[in-house]
């Protein structure tokens, strides 16, 4: 399975360097001399990192085949993949790529409400966004405290939701009357 970890963006100077938008949480583990990426679309690769600096916020890299800001040029918007399987999995249990979860049933207690449709990595926690049977997308808080069990292997997950997160964003659900803005 592979894992994409960064879009190649504009080049940077004249001797091949490009920005890339990182999409991966340890980019000085990804990006280092030497790394081999699969590429899309895949006339623009492999492609193996010749170096790897920081302009303030931005990551550029330089590639082994890429010699110059034309042939950078090319290869602008490629998506830059590594195999799930060279990663090392001694990292974590409590971790989970979004290939691993999308697709699974979720639950509520032993009813299931829908199928976790994506993963969205938020800076601050990250959110599962669950398609309902209905065909609605509602977003689930992906914390122990409301996702406390995730079941890979038996393609599931248990969700205990605080009342009201399934209906928050239901236009069709009863606003309820508080009397506010009512001129009787």
Do not use: C
């Amino acid at each position: 399975m592979q894992l994409q970890v960064a879009r190649i963006g504009k080049p940077h100077g004249i001797r091949g360097e490009v920005t890339v938008q990182v999409l991966t949480d340890a980019p000085a583990e990804r990006f280092v001399a030497g790394t081999e990426f699969v590429v899309e679309p895949a006339s623009a690769g492999p492609l193996t990192i010749r170096s790897a600096r920081w302009n303030k916020d931005i990551l550029l890299l330089g590639f082994e085949e890429i010699a110059d800001r034309n042939a950078a040029e090319v290869i602008r918007g490629a998506k830059l993949f590594i195999e799930t399987e060279d990663l090392d999995n001694d990292d974590d249990d409590e971790g989970w790529y979004e290939h691993e979860l999308v697709g699974l049933e979720a639950r509520v207690g032993s009813q299931v409400v829908g199928k976790v449709a994506a993963l969205n990595t938020m800076p601050v926690q990250d959110l599962l966004m669950i398609k309902s049977e209905d065909g609605k997308e509602i977003l689930v808080p992906f914390v122990d405290e409301i996702v406390p069990e995730v079941n890979v292997e038996e393609g599931y997950i248990l969700i205990t939701p605080p009342a009201g997160l399934f209906e928050i964003n239901d236009d069709s659900a009863e606003q309820p009357n508080d009397g506010a803005g009512d001129d009787a």
